[in-house]
């Protein structure tokens, strides 16, 4: 008689994700988890949010964070509940269906598709106090948007470099199944 209550293997189990190991380590995640938050993002924010609020914009930066924090803890939970892979779109289908999952896969993509651009265009902005010519004060110039595809192509070499060196399997990560 065969056991039957073993867990279900890749071959089995028919979730999208079941051929997935979970294998990074702590460097690994701490490295991916940095790299998500680094940008020119926080520091125009701070910046234009110093301008217009003055010193009331330290406590929206601490509301803010509080805010952020709620919202990370219930996708720690829901990731603890339901370890799958696409999280971010998997859990709005779940609680919201498709259409909606399916507006959050698109803003997704657009917004992964306008951040290597916009993170380039804010270092060349950043660098026109010492390289000048590159930003006329409104937008890059004809040098600042050279400069900022050379940036890109930058970025997606140290992406393309960093997972690799960085997801390389470890010993501790399960055998391949090839």
């Known amino acids: 008689m065969t056991d039957t ?33 680094i940008g020119s993002g926080w520091l125009f924010s701070s910046l234009y949010a110093a301008q217009d609020a003055g010193p009331a914009a330290l406590l929206a930066w601490v509301i803010g964070g509080a805010l952020m924090l709620l919202v990370a803890m219930v996708f720690a939970e829901l990731g603890m509940a339901k370890p799958e892979s696409g999280g971010l779109v998997r859990y709005p289908m779940y609680s919201h269906g498709g259409l909606t999952a399916g507006i959050v896969g698109w803003a997704m993509w657009i917004s992964y598709v306008g951040n290597p651009p916009t993170e380039a265009a804010g270092v060349v902005q950043y660098a026109a106090s010492y390289l000048p010519g590159v930003y006329d004060g409104k937008s890059l110039t004809g040098l600042g948007i050279v400069i900022a595809v050379v940036l890109m192509a930058v970025f997606v070499a140290l992406n393309w470099f960093g997972v690799l060196l960085f997801a390389a399997p470890t010993r501790s990560s399960p055998p391949s199944r090839s």
């Open 5 to 37: 209550s073993a867990a279900p293997t890749a071959d089995t189990d028919r979730r999208p994700d079941a051929g997935l190991h979970k294998a990074l380590g702590f460097w690994s995640l701490l490295a991916a988890g940095l790299g998500s938050v």
